[in-house]
């Protein structure tokens, strides 16, 4: 292997390793935000649905 291919290897793997890194912190951002939902506030149904 020469250097230019090790060095585009290994920023693969900081792409990939940064996107896992955003997608564990979406879930948690989701997870907490759930969390703070009161469901009982949210309608099954508009009025307009009840007929």
Partial sequence: MDASTSKSGRSLWLWVA????F????WVAM???TRHVDTRE???ATKGARR
């Fill in 31 to 33: 997870f907490t935000a």
């Fill in 42 to 44: 949210v309608p099954l």
């Fill in 23 to 26: 997608g564990a912190l979406l």
């Fill in 18 to 21: 940064g996107l896992f890194v």
